[in-house]
């Protein structure tokens, strides 16, 4: 299996709040994990990616956290703006050159 | 950053018919994607193409579909015949390297298909 889940489908959080977005993976040879955003109207743009290696990484406002145990990450994005609303996906791959995307998470951060 | 180009943005033709959508991709990348998503939903790989040939596939790549990059002009996907399926938004991706970490994927900004 190479699914992908994300969960929620779509989250509002208040302004200067922390949005937490969750994911979760079956195949276990995946290795890289990036989290892609995207605006109405655009492509997805790379936000931030953590391997397996790694149980934590850190940009800025945004956080993976990776449980590789249990198959799991989320993302974490403090103080959440006005202009981070858009939908977030989710990704794996393993050794071949596919990304598996999930079904995304739609943000919305209310002022 | 890096900017993949993508032409047109919106393409309406009749089923049966033949499209050819086109991308240009970030100059010095190597790796070349193709991706299918419908109304906003998850992006769903169709094929990555390498020094002129296709490395992988996934189901979603019919015998109607073909990639092609003649001299390093435009990356395109062809398909040929269009299918009431087909109607999606199809994006392009770049890539410097292929797999894993460091094999950051750039996007464009898609090109929407609608078969009637």
């Known amino acids: 299996q190479q699914q992908v889940r994300q969960s929620p489908q779509s989250l509002t959080v208040w302004e200067g709040e922390t949005a937490i977005l969750n994911c979760s993976y079956e195949?276990?040879?995946?290795?890289?994990f990036p989290w892609y955003q995207q605006f109405p109207g655009e492509g997805p743009a790379l936000l931030i990616a953590?391997?397996?290696v790694s149980d934590k990484k850190e940009d800025g406002r945004f956080t993976i956290f990776f449980n590789k145990r249990e198959k799991k990450l989320s993302l974490h994005i403090t103080d959440s703006q006005p202009g981070d609303s858009a939908t977030y996906f989710c990704?794996?791959?393993?050794?071949?050159?596919?990304?598996?995307w999930g079904s995304g998470t739609k943000l919305i951060i209310k002022p | 950053g890096p900017k993949v180009l993508q032409i047109p943005s919106h393409q309406i033709i009749d089923m049966g018919q033949m499209v050819t959508l086109n991308c240009d991709p970030v100059?010095?990348?190597?790796?070349f994607y193709w991706y299918k998503q419908i109304l906003g939903q998850q992006m769903e790989f169709l094929v990555n193409?390498?020094?002129?040939?296709?490395?992988?596939k996934s189901k979603l790549f019919k015998d109607q579909f073909s990639v092609e990059r003649p001299d390093g002009s435009y990356f395109t996907l062809k398909i040929q015949p269009t299918a009431l399926e087909d109607s999606a938004v199809y994006f392009c991706?770049?890539?410097?390297?292929?797999?894993?970490?460091?094999?950051?994927?750039?996007f464009g900004p898609g090109t929407r298909l609608t078969v009637l």
């Open positions: 991706a770049s890539s410097l390297v292929g797999g894993g970490f460091y094999a950051e994927q750039f």
């Open positions: 953590i391997r397996s």
């Open positions: 100059s010095n990348h190597l790796y």
């Open positions: 990704a794996a791959s393993g050794s071949n050159y596919q990304l598996i």
């Open positions: 193409f390498y020094n002129g040939k296709v490395m992988e």
């Open positions: 195949n276990s040879a995946f290795d890289y």
